[in-house]
């Protein structure tokens, strides 16, 4: 994954949502916000609303 992460990051892409198994049944996505290192988990109809923010 880190390899996807650079990826983004060396395209400028701001945000990078995580999405697998556990998130997948809990109905969240983790958020990684790639200016900051910061990653949060948030409920997936509330996704676009977090990263407008």
């Given at each position: 994954m880190a390899k996807q992460f650079k990826s983004a990051d060396d395209k400028g892409i701001p945000y990078v949502a995580i999405i697998g198994g556990n998130e997948m049944q809990q109905g969240i996505v983790t958020i990684k916000d790639m200016?900051?290192?910061?990653?949060?988990?948030?409920?997936?109809e509330d996704?676009?609303?977090?990263?407008?923010?």
């Open positions: 200016r900051t290192g910061e990653q949060k988990a948030v409920k997936q996704l676009i609303h977090t990263i407008q923010a």
